[in-house]
């Protein structure tokens, strides 16, 4: 069964620096990522998604994530913070027939 | 367009009473999904339909909780004598096809909190 785990229930960091949320996963099949955002009272919305294509994805509001098949792993990244980053983050892994599968989520601060 | 719409956005119950909660998903979507979404629990797969095919119920906790989609467009879950652990966000999600890559659509999602 797939899983996946995030690092770090809660990541601060200030306006301007580097942002790095972990994500970890476990699949019996090359699998499907994806990070969602949630920003406060709104739905998820799709920040990016790896399909087997490139391993370095891009996203939208200026996130990106690498797959690395050796580390199971699909950090989601972004050079520089902003104030409207401030939300919660999921990722989620799809193998197979099974439904999405959804970590527990890391909120993001950043501090001006 | 118009995105994937629930109701209730809020929902005050009594322990032991029946709730149901709507989702209306993106016009033409096939797939619609059920998550609940707990504090510090992330997002809890319940239940999945796709097409006219047999909904997915792998997720549904017990047999207090259903789901039904008519006419392949709104779904409605219920829940039956609500307990306070049932307190939650439920959303709803929806998405073009089954494909494995497909992008679901969330809704807002309705805040069920049991007394």
């Known amino acids: 069964a797939q899983s996946v785990t995030q690092l770090g229930s809660h990541v601060s960091v200030s306006e301007g620096a580097l942002v790095l949320l972990r994500c970890n996963y476990s699949?019996?099949?090359?699998?499907?990522l994806f990070w969602y955002v949630q920003y406060p009272n709104q739905g998820l919305q799709l920040l990016l998604k790896?399909?087997?294509?490139?391993?370095l994805v891009k996203g939208i509001n200026g996130f990106e994530a690498e797959f690395k098949k050796s580390e199971t792993s699909f950090h989601l990244t972004k050079p520089s913070a902003h104030m409207s980053d401030a939300a919660e983050y999921f990722c989620?892994?799809?193998?197979?027939?099974?439904?999405?599968?959804f970590g527990k989520g890391t909120r993001l601060s950043v501090i001006a | 367009g118009a995105g994937v719409s629930q109701s209730p956005s809020n929902k005050v119950t009594e322990k032991g009473k029946d709730v149901e909660l709507r989702c209306d998903p993106i016009?033409?979507?096939?797939?619609l999904y059920w998550y609940r979404q707990s504090l510090g629990q992330g997002l809890e797969f319940l239940i999945y339909?796709?097409?006219?095919?047999?909904?997915?119920k792998s997720g549904l906790p017990s047999d207090r909780f259903s789901a039904e989609r008519t006419g392949g467009s709104v779904s409605t879950l219920t829940i039956q004598r609500t307990q306070q652990e049932d307190s939650a966000v439920y959303l709803c999600?929806?998405?073009?096809?089954?494909?494995?890559?497909?992008?679901?659509?969330f809704g807002p999602g309705t805040r069920l909190t049991v007394l």
């Open positions: 999600a929806s998405s073009p096809d089954r494909g494995r890559t497909d992008t679901q659509y």
């Open positions: 699949s019996s099949v090359p699998p499907y």
């Open positions: 790896y399909t087997s294509a490139a391993t």
């Open positions: 989620a892994v799809e193998s197979g027939n099974t439904p999405l599968v």
């Open positions: 016009s033409g979507h096939t797939a």
């Open positions: 339909f796709q097409g006219n095919s047999a909904p997915d």
